[in-house]
């Protein structure tokens, strides 16, 4: 792709965005405790220490509506105790 004048690439619409994963502090794992955190609709990595730990949601790579639908899941799961 040829650049501008300036040497500057000009702008490209690059899609929409697509969530790939979502990483739950150790705050709010203990906020709304460990065993539901891990018990989702996604199997969450453990990173960290094991008394404080932050989870990570790997969402995969499917196609942006699945990606998107896993998501909503997931938020729903993990909001369900704040209340």
Same mark, same amino acid.
């Given at each position: 792709?040829?650049?501008?004048?300036?040497?500057?690439?000009?702008? *490209?619409?690059?899609? +929409?965005?697509?969530?790939?994963?979502?990483?739950?502090?150790?705050?709010?794992?203990?906020?709304?405790?460990?065993?539901?955190?891990?018990?989702?609709?996604?199997?969450?990595? *453990?990173?960290?220490?094991?008394?404080?730990?932050?989870?990570?949601?790997?969402?995969?790579?499917?196609?942006?509506?699945?990606?998107?639908?896993?998501?909503? +899941?997931?938020?729903?799961?993990?909001?369900?105790?704040?209340?």
């Amino acid at each position: 792709m040829p650049g501008a004048g300036d040497t500057h690439y000009r702008p *490209v619409l690059g899609g +929409a965005a697509t969530p790939v994963g979502l990483a739950l502090g150790p705050g709010p794992v203990s906020e709304i405790g460990l065993a539901h955190a891990r018990s989702g609709p996604v199997t969450p990595e *453990v990173i960290g220490p094991r008394w404080s730990p932050t989870l990570w949601y790997p969402l995969g790579e499917d196609t942006p509506p699945r990606l998107w639908q896993r998501f909503r +899941a997931l938020m729903s799961h993990l909001g369900r105790m704040r209340n």
